[in-house]
């Protein structure tokens, strides 16, 4: 059983859509997270959930938003599609032990 | 402003040696300290994590320092074999949950 999924995997779009990337968890986490990966590899945190409540919101367009229907997802949701937006998007989730579980990730490519 | 840098970007070391990573930071009281694995294509997986008051953690042939006055952590692999090759990153957290990760340490092992 995938304890983080996310999908799709890959995401080819257009300059200008609208597009969003959907996760689940089943560890029965309380805390979720979405982290963005760029070219250089640096791995830096968007966003967070805990129990549907957003707790962290780091410096990110608008043209961003998450929404976490219950504790076990949190989509992100991306209007406006630009080319600096391509990268790959991780999904996490994590007790409250501190260390996270990531899901396989989502590489997003806007042309 | 915050800083986490591990200072090789890449490692390359024989099988059957021990590899050792660096991640020094400044600019920051991290309660916890962790590290991730992290292969091509896939999400990071937790390794370990060490408490700002703990000096060493191991796991199998894992070993992780944490030193607060030096504001730096050593993991080491020992006896390493081809499977460890991988980039590991260093990652720190307050007590809210936020990580912050480093640029990571491609380690390549020879066999």
């Known amino acids: 059983d995938t304890a983080v999924s996310q999908t799709p995997k890959y995401l080819v779009t257009q300059m200008g859509n609208d597009k969003s990337i959907k996760c689940e968890q089943n560890?029965?986490?309380?805390?979720m997270y979405w982290y963005k990966q760029d070219s250089k590899k640096f791995l830096k945190i968007m966003f967070s959930y805990n129990n549907k409540e957003l707790i962290i919101n780091e410096t990110v367009p608008n043209r961003f938003s998450p929404k976490s229907p219950d504790k076990a997802h949190l989509n992100l949701h991306i209007n406006s599609l630009e080319l600096g937006d391509s990268a790959v998007y991780f999904c996490?989730?994590?007790?409250?032990?501190?260390?996270?579980?990531f899901g396989p990730g989502t590489r997003l490519t806007v042309t | 402003s915050q800083k986490i840098e591990q200072n090789s970007e890449a490692l390359n070391i024989q099988e059957g040696k021990t590899a050792t990573l660096t991640c020094n930071y400044t600019?920051?009281?991290?309660?916890?300290l962790q590290w991730y694995r992290q292969d091509p294509g896939r999400g990071p997986v937790f390794l370990l994590l060490i408490r700002e008051n703990e000096k060493e953690k191991r796991k199998e042939r894992l070993k992780v320092t944490f030193d607060t006055t030096l504001k730096q952590s050593l993991f080491h692999i020992t006896a390493s074999q081809p499977a460890d090759s991988a980039t590991y990153l260093c990652a720190l957290t307050s007590n809210d949950y936020k990580l912050s990760f480093g640029a990571g340490t491609t380690v390549t092992v020879r066999a």
């Open positions: 560890l029965g986490h309380d805390t």
């Open positions: 996490a989730s994590g007790g409250q032990t501190y260390e996270q579980y």
């Open positions: 600019n920051y009281s991290p309660a916890y």
